[in-house]
């Protein structure tokens, strides 16, 4: 008898004639497979979905967080003000006809700029003390106005009067001043970064009033201000007033030339002399240049030197003419 010798095909096998041969059993088994890995592929998306909701609330929560202010710290006495702030209030109150008074005077009741070099940088300044609770408004109104008026250009801080926060006292800052006699106290504070920042920002200033000084001898109207200079920062390092004042003089020649043409309008012909002033800079530091000092004159008097320039230089370094003749590179220890 002869065997069937029939082979059986594999499920979802070909045939000899070519076509797909399909058992109900190799059916079963595909639809089975179908759904399997079709709920793996669902689970694969929604662990992956969950991943990124994960990944968002963090990424929300993280930033909330970073943008969240700290709680603001309570000012019990004149020793929880920073460096920065002492200098400011210091100079604020000396600077006054009445040092002893507990009220500070509007800024716009002061014939010239005793406090600082620049009335721009007066108003920083009172800023920085009323952030710092070291000074107090004498009406909400007042505040209001104060804050919602903080990038403006002519802020309404100009017309107000303040009064010295009560935790503040006058002992306090006299024991302070006193305090600074001593050689380690004061190298102390030249060593801080806050000090530092103190002495760019006067220079700054110092910019600021000569350059103004020069464009209102040209009949430029139009007022720059003491952050208008900030590019200028790195060099300040390496120059004193007198030798920067003598840069800008250079640096405004051909620009005030210029704007007495109408090439350039006011608003440009201020960016430039900042520009070209410390392209000057740049290119003296980097050939090794000495820039001669600007002699004292009509707008250099030694009588309106300002009282923060007396504290900062003065007080804390020792010079005698504000640091008008010295560069900051001359003062052991700052910067180091």
């Not at 930033?63 to 002492?86: A, G």
């Not at 009033?209 to 464009?215: E, G, P």
């Not at 820039?291 to 004292?296: A, G, N, S, T």
Request: charged letters at 30%; one cysteine or more.
């Amino acid at each position: 008898m002869k065997r069937n010798r029939t082979k059986e095909m594999p499920l979802g096998s070909y045939d000899f004639l070519g076509s797909l041969r399909i058992t109900s059993e190799g059916y079963l088994l595909h639809r089975k497979y179908q759904k399997i890995i079709k709920h793996k592929s669902t689970l694969l998306s929604h662990s992956q979905n969950i991943a990124k909701r994960k990944s968002f609330i963090e990424g929300a929560h993280n930033q909330k967080q970073k943008n969240k202010t700290p709680p603001k710290k309570e000012l019990r006495n004149f020793e929880d003000l920073s460096i920065k702030s002492k200098l400011f209030l210091i100079a604020t109150i000396v600077s006054q006809k009445d040092i002893k008074s507990s009220e500070i005077e509007p800024l716009s009741e002061r014939k010239e700029s005793t406090l600082s070099p620049d009335r721009s940088y007066d108003q920083e300044i009172l800023k920085t003390l009323l952030k710092e609770q070291a000074i107090l408004t004498t009406d909400e109104v007042q505040e209001k106005n104060i804050r919602r008026d903080q990038k403006s250009h002519e802020s309404t801080i100009q017309n107000q009067s303040f009064m010295i926060n009560p935790l503040v006292t006058y002992e306090d800052m006299v024991s302070y001043i006193v305090s600074l006699k001593k050689k380690r106290k004061r190298e102390n504070i030249i060593k801080t970064d806050e000090y530092k920042s103190v002495c760019d920002e006067v220079l700054l200033a110092e910019c600021n009033l000569f350059a103004n000084k020069v464009m209102q001898e040209q009949g430029i109207t139009l007022r720059s201000r003491w952050d208008h200079w900030k590019p200028l920062t790195p060099h300040l390092f390496n120059f004193s007033i007198a030798q920067i004042q003598c840069l800008i003089l250079e640096s405004s020649k051909d620009v005030l030339k210029n704007y007495r043409k109408g090439f350039i309008k006011s608003e440009i012909s201020i960016e430039t002399i900042v520009t070209e002033t410390l392209r000057n800079m740049q290119k003296t530091g980097a050939l090794g240049w000495k820039v001669k000092p600007l002699d004292r004159d009509e707008r250099t008097k030694m009588e309106d030197c300002s009282m923060l320039n007396k504290v900062a230089f003065n007080t804390i370094c020792g010079m005698e003419d504000g640091g008008y003749s010295q560069p900051l590179n001359m003062i052991k220890d700052l910067g180091s």
